[in-house]
């Protein structure tokens, strides 16, 4: 199973919602990782996990929390976004964190805010 | 200060071969990556370089040169399926799993 998944595929929310965006992976994978993605622009870096713990975080607004509750799933928890945040979130998990390791993505949420 | 170079778009014609190329320059190197994303889909790997020369997958070979801080991607005998952004990717940081994308290259096939 290569397979990493993402739910919900799409989601609607406004300004002062609260929602969640989950993703599993079950290839024994022990780093997770967070992209947001505008159209036509390269994946952005958000938050890196590894071994369930935040190792990296690209100075993203704490609009965006995430949650990694054991080594297969990841939650991006979110509150009070803008319009301006409305994109592609995709996560991603690679073997073990280390340097050099190939990242495989799932199908992503597309996200927008009204 | 890190910076990945790659053509905007590029189109070529069915059955043909192309190369994207790739420069970069970053503090530190890791590795290369190449990835294919169609619209609207998640990006998929292609293929890992860290070491300079030529891997060849298939239809699929990306070559790196760590002293010019070049690689490319070169496609054979291309199909329609091939219509696709790919990118460049580095994990040029010393931060594990830190990788960065280029603007990617949008590949457009005609038949």
């Known amino acids: 199973d290569t397979e990493v998944t993402q739910t919900p595929k799409h989601l609607v929310m406004g300004m002062t919602n609260k929602k969640s965006l989950k993703c599993e992976q079950h290839m024994g994978h022990r780093a997770m990782y967070w992209y947001k993605q505008k159209a036509k622009k390269p994946p952005e870096l958000m938050f890196v996990y590894s071994y369930e713990k935040l190792s990296i975080n690209e100075s993203v607004p704490s609009r965006f929390s995430p949650e990694c509750p054991n080594s297969s799933l990841l939650n991006l928890h979110l509150h009070a976004l803008q319009p301006e945040d409305s994109a592609l979130y995709l996560c991603?998990?690679?073997?073990?964190?280390?340097?050099?390791?190939?990242?495989?993505f799932g199908p992503g949420t597309r996200l927008l805010v009204l | 200060g890190q910076n990945i170079d790659q053509p905007t778009e590029m189109t070529a014609t069915e059955g043909a071969i192309v190369q994207i190329n790739c420069t970069y320059q970053t503090s530190g190197f890791n590795g290369l990556f190449w990835y294919q994303q169609h619209a609207g889909e998640a990006p998929t790997f292609l293929s890992y370089n860290v070491l300079d020369g030529l891997e060849e997958k298939g239809r699929f070979s990306s070559f790196l040169s760590r002293s010019k801080g070049y690689s490319y991607l070169l496609l054979k005998e291309l199909q329609m399926k091939d219509s696709a952004s790919y990118l460049c990717?580095?994990?040029?940081?010393?931060?594990?799993?830190?990788?960065?994308f280029g603007s990617g290259t949008r590949l457009s096939i005609r038949p």
């Open positions: 991603a998990s690679s073997q073990g964190g280390d340097d050099g390791e190939t990242q495989y």
């Open positions: 990717a580095v994990n040029g940081d010393s931060s594990a799993s830190k990788i960065i």
